[in-house]
């Protein structure tokens, strides 16, 4: 079980203070880093995709990076403030006592009001009202302008499954496990799902596959589960290609990009990783962003890096995304609680799950998404929001304690259950 090795905590005879300094607390400062580091190589490359489309629209040249910028601060500023805010208040629940003349009727004397069940309804009705009252934009109604900024609740609806998931899992997680349990626990979300959905086949698919991550993860019996993941997924192929209107068409597409008119996207992203060959043509060499690359600096981002900096740069930002997505899995394994390590799983699994969906759209192996390369695509809500949820897994990583003197003193491993797994 997730998170059981880090429940008791490791008593010395030589009384509290020496609990204290064996105590000490672990702040994944390497993740912060390497989330740091993604963000920097964001910024040069869109600067680099974005400069002459900015002057193409009588904007200037650092018009997109001046955005970026403005939206990566206000990320990282609540990054570094969540970083600090005990996690375990997004799990928050209070039991208000029913009136006594109702007891009787209801079959209870009390009932709850939690945090995770409050978020989901109210994300239901923000996305039911964008669903069918927002503003239609490109065709579909998926963004809220709100203060003069445009806002997309679906990406919203990602944290909120991720919170809610993890918090009935860890409250009752015997139940989940039953096939019951799993029917009711997909009930809860699935009107919030069938509202993103409407308009917006991706993140609702993305959404889908977050919430049942983490209850993959709380399950004990995994093949279940698989067999349920493969079924869906020829469901969802299936259904789109015979029933889902224009989202059919991007199969056609897919199947025939050299001669269809709408895959020439597709056709010059694959051209652009062509091009760059192993090291790629330099920095702002790219040929492709000069107007044939629709999106260049947004989800279509990693051909560029692939057409400046060739197949080992591709690699590269692959490799930085492995890497942060390894850190992450050391701090769920030693999460000090089961809904810590969950929400973690969440947020790791909303991280790995757009890295491949974006990576497979570019190179033609599935049809195209809009899902962005996370924290190096152009993007408002969904990089503040992504930035917001790694500060709260740096307050996971936060409540870790050092559980051997040794290691306190050299911030160096974590031992759990006879097993080491390096913290640094």
């Given at each position: 079980?997730?998170?059981d090795?880090?429940e008791?905590?490791?008593?010395?005879?030589?009384?509290?203070?020496?609990n204290?300094?064996?105590?000490m607390?672990y702040?994944?400062?390497?993740?912060?880093?390497?989330?740091l580091f993604?963000?920097?190589?964001?910024?040069?490359?869109i600067?680099?995709?974005?400069a002459?489309i900015?002057?193409s629209?009588?904007?200037e040249?650092t018009?997109?990076?001046?955005?970026q910028?403005i939206?990566i601060g206000a990320?990282?500023g609540?990054m570094?403030?969540f970083s600090?805010i005990n996690y375990k208040?997004f799990k928050f629940?209070v039991?208000?006592?029913?009136?006594?003349?109702?007891?009787?009727?209801?079959h209870?004397?009390s009932?709850?009001?939690?945090?995770?069940?409050?978020?989901l309804v109210?994300m239901?009705v923000?996305?039911g009202?964008?669903?069918?009252?927002?503003?239609?934009h490109?065709?579909a109604?998926?963004w809220?302008?709100?203060?003069?900024?445009?806002?997309?609740?679906?990406?919203?609806?990602?944290?909120?499954?991720?919170?809610?998931?993890?918090?009935i899992?860890?409250?009752?997680?015997?139940?989940?496990n039953?096939f019951?349990?799993f029917?009711?626990?997909?009930?809860?979300?699935t009107?919030?799902i069938?509202?993103i959905?409407k308009?917006n086949?991706s993140a609702?698919i993305?959404?889908t596959?977050?919430?049942g991550?983490?209850?993959?993860v709380?399950?004990?019996?995994?093949?279940?589960?698989?067999?349920?993941?493969?079924?869906?997924?020829?469901?969802v192929k299936?259904?789109?290609?015979?029933?889902g209107?224009y989202?059919?068409?991007?199969?056609e597409?897919?199947?025939n990009?050299?001669?269809?008119?709408?895959?020439?996207?597709?056709?010059?992203g694959l051209?652009?990783i062509?091009?760059g060959?192993l090291?790629?043509k330099g920095?702002?060499?790219?040929e492709?962003?000069y107007?044939r690359?629709?999106?260049?600096?947004?989800?279509?981002?990693?051909?560029?890096?692939?057409e400046?900096f060739?197949l080992?740069?591709?690699?590269a930002?692959?490799?930085?995304?492995a890497?942060?997505?390894?850190?992450?899995?050391?701090?769920?394994?030693?999460a000090?609680?089961?809904?810590?390590?969950?929400?973690?799983?969440?947020i790791?699994?909303?991280i790995?799950?757009?890295?491949v969906?974006?990576i497979?759209v570019v190179?033609s192996?599935?049809?195209?998404?809009?899902?962005?390369?996370?924290?190096?695509?152009?993007g408002?809500t969904?990089?503040?929001i992504?930035?917001f949820?790694i500060g709260i897994?740096?307050?996971?990583?936060?409540?870790i304690?050092?559980?051997?003197?040794?290691?306190?003193?050299?911030?160096g491993?974590?031992?759990?259950?006879?097993r080491t797994?390096?913290?640094?």
């Amino acid at each position: 079980m997730v998170g059981d090795g880090m429940e008791k905590v490791v008593r010395t005879k030589k009384g509290k203070s020496k609990n204290r300094k064996i105590g000490m607390r672990y702040y994944d400062f390497n993740l912060a880093f390497l989330i740091l580091f993604a963000c920097a190589i964001g910024l040069i490359i869109i600067y680099s995709a974005s400069a002459y489309i900015a002057k193409s629209k009588n904007l200037e040249s650092t018009y997109f990076l001046k955005r970026q910028l403005i939206t990566i601060g206000a990320g990282f500023g609540l990054m570094i403030l969540f970083s600090f805010i005990n996690y375990k208040w997004f799990k928050f629940r209070v039991k208000l006592p029913i009136p006594r003349f109702l007891r009787a009727l209801l079959h209870r004397k009390s009932f709850v009001i939690s945090l995770p069940g409050t978020l989901l309804v109210g994300m239901t009705v923000l996305q039911g009202y964008t669903s069918f009252l927002a503003p239609i934009h490109n065709g579909a109604r998926r963004w809220l302008v709100v203060g003069g900024f445009t806002f997309q609740p679906s990406e919203l609806a990602k944290f909120v499954v991720i919170i809610f998931g993890a918090y009935i899992c860890s409250r009752k997680p015997k139940e989940i496990n039953t096939f019951w349990g799993f029917i009711k626990a997909m009930l809860y979300v699935t009107p919030l799902i069938a509202l993103i959905l409407k308009e917006n086949l991706s993140a609702a698919i993305i959404v889908t596959a977050i919430y049942g991550v983490i209850i993959f993860v709380n399950a004990k019996k995994t093949l279940p589960y698989f067999v349920l993941a493969g079924i869906a997924g020829v469901a969802v192929k299936v259904g789109v290609k015979f029933f889902g209107g224009y989202r059919s068409d991007r199969f056609e597409i897919l199947e025939n990009v050299e001669t269809s008119e709408k895959g020439q996207q597709i056709l010059q992203g694959l051209y652009a990783i062509a091009s760059g060959g192993l090291f790629g043509k330099g920095l702002g060499g790219s040929e492709q962003k000069y107007g044939r690359v629709p999106e260049a600096y947004n989800d279509m981002i990693f051909t560029i890096i692939c057409e400046e900096f060739g197949l080992f740069g591709g690699l590269a930002i692959i490799l930085l995304f492995a890497l942060i997505l390894i850190r992450m899995f050391v701090v769920i394994m030693n999460a000090k609680d089961r809904f810590g390590a969950l929400v973690g799983v969440g947020i790791m699994s909303q991280i790995g799950i757009q890295v491949v969906l974006n990576i497979l759209v570019v190179t033609s192996v599935i049809p195209s998404t809009g899902v962005i390369l996370p924290f190096i695509s152009f993007g408002g809500t969904a990089v503040i929001i992504m930035l917001f949820e790694i500060g709260i897994f740096l307050n996971i990583s936060w409540k870790i304690e050092y559980k051997n003197r040794l290691l306190a003193k050299r911030a160096g491993k974590y031992y759990n259950n006879n097993r080491t797994l390096s913290l640094r």
